[in-house]
Nanobody
């Protein structure tokens, strides 16, 4: 069973940075894509960043140039470096995996419990 455990959330001021981590376990072969999505209060989910097994990445327009997704395959860990944080980045952030050979937008099928990020002005 796939298990994803996020950490690193917290409260920061506008312009600050946070680094989220996701420890992944329970799969015999890493899925093609892993990534992050977020859900702000009273709003729907938004795919934030995705990284493929080979290292190619995809970002939401709203975070391009500010967020960086990376992976440590040896440690089965996914990261999201978030810089220049803004109040609109406030959300619960979830680590997610896609089906084994898929990487479609919003196509994730497993996710963790989430970690809260709050940005105050």
């Amino acid at each position: 069973q796939v298990t994803l455990v996020e950490s690193g959330g917290g409260s920061v001021e506008v312009g600050g940075s946070l680094r989220l981590s996701c420890a992944a376990s329970g799969y015999s072969l890493r899925p093609l894509c892993m990534g992050w999505f977020r859900q702000p209060p009273t709003k729907g989910r938004e795919e934030v960043a995705v990284i493929a097994r080979g290292g190619s990445t995809r970002y939401a327009d709203s975070v391009k140039g500010r967020f960086t997704i990376s992976q440590d395959n040896a440690r089965n860990t996914l990261y999201l470096q978030m810089d220049s944080l803004q109040p609109e980045d406030t959300a619960m952030y979830y680590c997610a995996t896609w089906p084994m050979h898929e990487c479609s937008r919003d196509g994730y099928n497993y996710w963790g419990q989430g970690t809260q990020v709050t940005v105050s002005s």
